[in-house]
């Protein structure tokens, strides 16, 4: 089992996700192997940020733990589209860019700072700063209703409005269904990247409410330069098997832009907005990184110091009344 995290690719470097069906999954040597009727594949999971698991699938604990351990995350998914019933703990064992996005989240003037960073991105030209919240949300509608209107015309299928139904897949038409699995597809890969870099894909700036709202603050930033596109050219293909090449489509497209080199750099940008890229405290007392030692406990909170090595008698801490210092007692 691999004990240096460092080690491990970054994530701009790794692949976006695979996905498998009616396969058994094991562990084989530092990776995972998969079975299916066509034989044996080895799977470098090292490599690899997401695995969608679909319908037929077993995976062995052992593999479950390779794959942890290697900061992929495992979704499984259902034939009707991608949703995410299990994650990994990503590949850093710092708190830091959780505590930056908590901070930056409580506080009402910086978030309103960090949605409107996500809006400007989504624009080439520069948001005047007089514009109110409404009025960049009215913009952003036009932005998108545009880029389903040059879509259609692009690959030639009719667009009548984004509508579907949760409860019954089969009503939507094939567009909107194209749409739904694409954008799952694309909340994979952003959670994974999420996950990998230690934040929270709960604590949404723009959306909020869900365990994935942050989820969706990301993945709305290349919705219409990625699953938009991947879902009319995979209409515009016909034939059986629609979400199929929807997933293949957004696989090919995912990589040919290297969503992946991005995403983890546009978070930091987003959560740039008061100027600070670190915050004190986070690192062990020599100095060290928590990804160095996985099972550091870390510090122990003071709320004059911040934050203070755990497991230590300082001579100026009062004695416990059984002989033991608060402290050393608090770190053990």
């Known amino acids: 089992m691999l004990r240096d995290l ?11 996700y695979m996905y498998i069906e009616h396969a058994h999954i094991e562990q084989e040597d530092m990776a995972i192997a998969v079975l299916d009727a066509s034989g044996k594949t080895p799977v470098p999971c090292a490599t690899l940020s997401l695995l969608m698991l679909g319908p037929g699938t077993k995976i062995t604990h052992a593999a479950m733990r390779t794959l942890t351990t290697c900061g992929c995350t495992v979704l499984w998914a259902g034939e009707q589209g991608v949703r995410c019933y299990a994650m990994g703990i990503g590949e850093t064992r710092s708190a830091l860019n959780l505590y930056r996005q908590a901070r930056l989240w409580a506080d009402p003037d910086l978030r309103l700072r960090v949605v409107r960073e996500m809006y400007q991105m989504r624009f080439p030209d520069t948001l005047d700063p007089d514009l109110t919240l409404q009025q960049i949300r009215g913009r952003e509608g036009i932005r998108v209703r545009e880029a389903y209107a040059r879509a259609s015309r692009e690959y030639g299928v009719e667009w009548r409005g984004r509508s ?6 089969n009503m939507s038409d094939p567009v909107n269904r194209a749409l739904s699995a694409a954008n799952s597809c694309l909340y994979g890969v952003c ?4 996950l990998s ?24 930033l290349y919705k219409a330069d990625l699953t938009i596109p991947a879902a009319f050219a995979a209409v515009a293909e016909s034939g059986p098997g629609l979400e199929g090449r929807v997933r293949r489509g957004c696989r090919d497209l995912f990589h040919q832009r290297r969503l992946l080199a991005h995403v983890v750099d546009d978070i930091g940008r987003v959560l740039a907005v008061d100027g600070t890229d670190d915050l004190a405290g986070t690192e062990t007392a020599d100095g060290a990184g928590f990804d160095e030692d996985l ?8 709320p004059e110091q911040g934050s203070v090595e755990g497991g230590v008698n300082h001579a100026d801490v009062p004695a416990h009344p059984d002989g033991v210092s608060e402290e050393t007692e608090a770190g053990e």
Do not use: C, E, M, N
């Not at 579907?164 to 897949?169: F, G, K, Q």
């Open 6 to 16: 460092h080690v491990l690719p970054k994530t701009r470097d790794s692949w976006s």
């Open 164 to 169: 579907y139904a949760r409860s019954d897949w």
């Open 191 to 194: 959670h994974a990247a999420i």
């Open 197 to 220: 870099a230690g934040y929270s894909p709960a604590l949404g700036f723009i959306h909020t409410g869900k365990q994935l709202s942050f989820v969706y603050d990301i993945a709305d």
């Open 295 to 302: 099972a550091l406990p870390g510090g122990i909170w003071d």
